[in-house]
């Protein structure tokens, strides 16, 4: 099993920043083959894909709603998943998630990914 730990949540003003970590840690010999993705919810609505990391040549993606404000990356050796989020805008807000799955593919449908963390909360102020 796979264990992830998000981290780095917060309250920020509108058009401020934050970093979410994602820690993993267990059986992760294998991690740095899994794809990595963060999904958030917000109250009321269902979860939706932001970002992903695949292992195989690093290709990333964005759902359009975030593309170009925020950012996804990697470090297999600490193994650890960041999503650094600029020009926050209240409707960030959200609990954020850190998923794993094991495939080379970024997948956007939360029921594709196998692990999962116990989310970070996001809360940008108008």
């Known amino acids: 099993q796979v264990q992830l730990t998000e981290s780095g949540g917060g309250l920020v003003q509108a058009g401020g920043s934050l970093t979410l970590s994602c820690a993993a840690s267990g059986r992760t010999s294998g991690i740095s083959g899994y794809t990595m993705g963060w999904f958030r919810q917000a109250p009321g609505k269902e979860r939706e894909f932001v970002a992903g990391h695949s292992w195989s040549g690093g290709g990333t993606r964005y759902a359009d709603s975030v593309k170009g404000r925020f950012t996804i990356s990697r470090d297999n050796a600490k193994k650890m998943v960041y999503l650094q989020m600029n020009s926050l805008i209240p409707e960030d807000t959200a609990v954020y998630y850190c998923?794993?799955?094991?495939?080379?593919?970024?997948?956007?449908?939360?029921?594709?990914?196998?692990?999962w963390g116990q989310g970070t909360q996001v809360t940008v102020s108008s």
């Open positions: 998923a794993a799955r094991s495939s080379s593919r970024i997948a956007t449908g939360g029921y594709e990914y196998n692990y």
